[in-house]
């Protein structure tokens, strides 16, 4: 069973960067797809972005194209989303997760970190 320990946020002002990491403190991930999903407060959770196993295809949510790109390093267990021009509604805890389906959804994704809060303040 995969854990996984998201870390990197933090409180940032608007034009801002950050960069989130995800790394598997149990289990491996090198043959999984991988994702970053927010949640705002009172909001549901959703997709940001995604990798395939070994980072040759990635897909990401229209709102954070050209500003988000998502990376992983199989060698150490870690799938990376660098954050730039952040932006006062990228506001959320941010979950990584590993893609047990096939599909963009959370439904499709399993192992859920504890989350990392990030704040865009304007």
């Known amino acids: 069973q995969v854990q996984l320990v998201e870390s990197g946020g933090g409180l940032v002002q608007s034009g801002g960067s950050l960069k989130l990491a995800c790394v598997a403190s149990?289990?491996?991930?090198?043959?999984?797809?991988m994702g970053w999903f927010r949640q705002a407060p009172g909001k549901e959770r959703l997709f940001v972005a995604a990798i395939n196993w070994d980072g040759a295809t990635t897909h990401s949510a229209d709102s954070v194209k050209g500003r988000f790109t998502i990376s992983r390093d199989n060698a150490k267990n870690t799938v990376y989303l660098q954050m730039n021009s952040l932006k006062p509604e990228d506001t959320a805890v941010y979950y990584c997760?590993?893609?047990?389906?096939?599909?963009?959804?959370?439904?499709?994704?399993?192992?859920w970190g504890q989350g990392t809060q990030v704040t865009v303040s304007s």
């Open positions: 149990q289990g491996t991930i090198s043959r999984y797809a």
């Open positions: 997760g590993v893609q047990y389906g096939s599909a963009w959804s959370r439904a499709d994704f399993g192992s």
